[in-house]
């Protein structure tokens, strides 16, 4: 009796959390298709795509409500021409080439819509997530859900950074895993308590009866 109890009142506490927490999520908005003149390929854990494969360009976009926080994992890059960079405008922080593989940056998003960051190839040759894609310069989603290693990422996006040359379509230049994860409300702390608090109640009254 007591067993099917704890196992009630956490299946209670477990809903009132899940309940009282703003679940929203990510989506990838494609806004074309390009086909790759150079082979994606060098990042370890991510599967290559030879030359003529097709890509969806387009921007990640933050969707639903309430609050998520945002981290961006650089997963390597594949540039030989810029020494390229990543930019988490909200977060006010920057991945570059010569950061150690893993390395992430994180902010709270709850605004709807384009999440707020950039890629740079060069002076003047940035890929703002939410612009307008234009001269080959851009960003491309790599795939979702993505195994690598222990590790899992909702988004895989990839930055080309060729501004319109034709012989260096790769979206391989500077590769992002992106995940988010839900930011508590405060009423969700105030009902893990009181079920914790249950839990306590029914085991002193057990030990009582004992």
Do not use: C
């Not at 009282?20 to 795509?49: C, E, K, M, R």
Request: no cysteine; net charge negative; proline share 4%.
């Amino acid at each position: 009796m007591f067993k099917r109890l704890i196992k009630q009142t956490i299946i209670f506490i477990g809903f009132l959390i899940t309940t009282g927490t703003a679940y929203a999520g990510l989506s990838f908005v494609t806004t074309d298709t390009v086909t790759l003149t150079q082979p994606f390929n060098g990042i370890s854990g991510l599967i290559p795509h030879p030359i003529g494969s097709t890509l969806n360009v387009g921007h990640l976009d933050f969707a639903g409500s309430g609050s998520e926080i945002v981290t961006y994992t650089y997963l390597g890059a594949e540039s030989v021409t810029f020494v390229d960079k990543f930019y988490n405008n909200l977060g006010g922080t920057t991945l570059l080439e010569s950061d150690p593989v893993g390395t992430s940056v994180s902010s709270v998003v709850s605004t709807v819509g384009p999440l707020s960051f950039m890629f740079e190839g060069n002076t003047d040759k940035f890929a703002i997530n939410g612009g307008a894609w234009y001269k080959g310069t851009s960003i491309a989603l790599i795939g979702t859900d993505v195994h690598i290693g222990s590790a899992i990422f909702q988004y895989v996006i990839g930055y080309n950074d060729s501004a319109g040359s034709a012989l260096y379509g790769d979206w391989d230049d500077f590769v992002i895993g992106v995940n988010a994860l839900p930011v508590p409300e405060p009423e969700a702390y105030i009902m893990l308590l009181v079920g914790l608090g249950l839990l306590g109640f029914i085991a002193r009254r057990r030990k009582q009866n004992a």
